[in-house]
């Protein structure tokens, strides 16, 4: 794995590995949240990422995300990125309209803008374009069919009076980051219990699979890697009073080690 690849990696774990956890909404008070996580690679501290969500109950919502990567591995090269997305909740599913990333990894900027309707892509902008490659699954337009983009299921409203439902982990998510499209299939693992500011108990484990389907380059170890990956998970915690879930932690197997996100700062007013 690249440091690009890496950085990719990181930013993506606090933007894409939540998305598509689309179970129905209960009733959930308003709420402005900031969650903010320190990352670590193989134990050593190497960045941070940050979530500011605003939401209402039925109502529209909207998503800010940053994360940095330095550290240690400043010397190589270091990466930054923003995103931002914001949709509607619906009474059974997260409706996102609009989706925008800008990610640096070393001298590489990227970009992708993105907007959606009824889980369709109508408009995508992405800089720079995917290069031509013999080995690459092409893009199709049903790929950009009935799809969530990367940051918006990072809101996980659940039903019943137990926000904490293993539930919330029985499901397929059907992901297009505009460039690729690809599932995570999840499975309930454990409970589990955790601790930080703003929030301290019991967080619903979720097993990772990575499913590419399209825009993936089969024959790159990075891909066969992530295919065999069984060491991913997303650890789900409760947004103040509300039924609606977001990740505590996020782990990642990599070639270069494990890439974990825990949040120092879970619940309390968005700036």
Known sequence: MTI????RSALGA???????????????????????????????????????INLSDGGPYKIDASAKVGGLIRLISDGRGSASSSGKLGSSQVRPTAYTLTSVAGKKPQS????LAGGNVTALQLQPDLPPRKDRVPLTDANKHGVIDPLSAVLVPVTGGQALDASACRRSLPVFDGAQRFDIKLS?????QVSGKGYAGPAIVCSARYVPIAGHRPSRSQTKFMVENRDIELWLAPIGETHVLAPFKIIIG?????????????GGDAD
Do not use: D, K, W
């Open 112 to 115: 992708v803008q993105m907007a």
């Open 14 to 52: 606090s933007l894409f590995l939540t998305a598509g956890l689309t179970p129905s909404l209960a009733a959930a008070a308003s709420a402005r949240t900031a969650i903010n996580y320190g990352v670590t690679l193989a134990g050593f501290p190497i960045g941070t990422a940050n979530l500011a």
């Open 4 to 7: 690009s690849h890496f950085f």
């Open 254 to 266: 990599t070639q270069i080690g494990r890439l974990t996100l825990t949040a120092s700062r879970f």
């Open 188 to 192: 309930y693992a454990r409970t589990e």
